[in-house]
T-cell receptor, first 113, second 113 residues
Framework: ETGVTQTPRHLVMGMTNKKSLKCEQH?????MYWYKQSAKKPLELMFV???????ENNSVPSRFSPECPNSSHLFLHLHTLQPEDSALYLC????????????FGEGSRLTVL | GNSVTQMEGPVTLSEEAFLTINCTYT??????LFWYVQYPGEGLQLLLK?????DKGSNKGFEATYRKETTSFHLEKGSVQVSDSAVYFC????????????FGSGTRLQVQP
């Protein structure tokens, strides 16, 4: 138990569907992140939020839409995805000061048909 | 920005063998360095970290020393177990002042009984 919970753990969706991934952290952190982990590729940073404000968008296509209503919750809204978007989506959180350790959830495995 | 290179896998060892996974980095200044581990079906967990040059991080029998002269942070363990089978990632902050981490491509370790 890392203190970061992601739901659902597995998601299968068609290219025309709309779905959302949810992340919740119980660590009192103020920064949250979305990473994408694809087979045979390094982890890719997607978005960063600090104190609910988006501070980084790593050129992510608009079919991925993040939302951070408070420092404990982070969502990734998905619509009109492509099969190449199939991956493990990892949420992480951290403090905003200190040596920079990230705490990860177990991930949401997304399959786009 | 900062970057990290780690050795390609997979690495296959027999139980009780000595493990080394190489990691070298390119960075501005002297950022904190991390090793994360990902067990099958799970997210990333922090294994160990070092926050300044010559520091040695250690956990669960694993060690890594922050060497600024060779810009390296190699992971070692004296006697691996089957339960150590996982993917190991070297990581450091994307850039000075940024908390998001950049990760190496990961090294898969398989330990055989």
């Amino acid at each position: 138990e890392t203190g970061v919970t992601q739901t659902p753990r597995h998601l299968v969706m068609g290219m025309t569907n709309k779905k959302s991934l949810k992340c919740e952290q119980h660590l009192g952190h103020n920064a949250m992140y979305w990473y994408k982990q694809s087979a045979k590729k390094p982890l890719e940073l997607m978005f960063v939020y600090n104190f609910k404000e988006q501070t980084e968008n790593n050129s992510v296509p608009s079919r991925f839409s993040p939302e951070c209503p408070n420092s404990s919750h982070l969502f990734l809204h998905l619509h009109t995805l492509q099969p190449e978007d199939s991956a493990l989506y990892l949420c992480a959180s951290s403090q905003t000061a200190g040596p920079g350790e990230l705490f990860f959830g177990e991930g949401s495995r997304l399959t786009v048909l | 920005g900062n970057s990290v290179t780690q050795m390609e896998g997979p690495v296959t060892l027999s139980e009780e063998a000595f493990l080394t996974i190489n990691c070298t980095y390119t960075a501005t200044g002297y950022p904190s360095l991390f090793w994360y581990v990902q067990y099958p079906g799970e997210g990333l967990q922090l294994l160990l970290k070092a926050t300044k040059a010559d520091d040695k991080g250690s956990n669960k029998g694993f060690e890594a020393t922050y060497r600024k002269e060779t810009t390296s942070f190699h992971l070692e363990k004296g006697s691996v177990q089957v339960s150590d089978s996982a993917v190991y990632f070297c990581a450091l902050p994307l850039d000075t002042g940024r908390r998001a981490l950049t990760f190496g491509s990961g090294t898969r370790l398989q330990v055989q009984p």
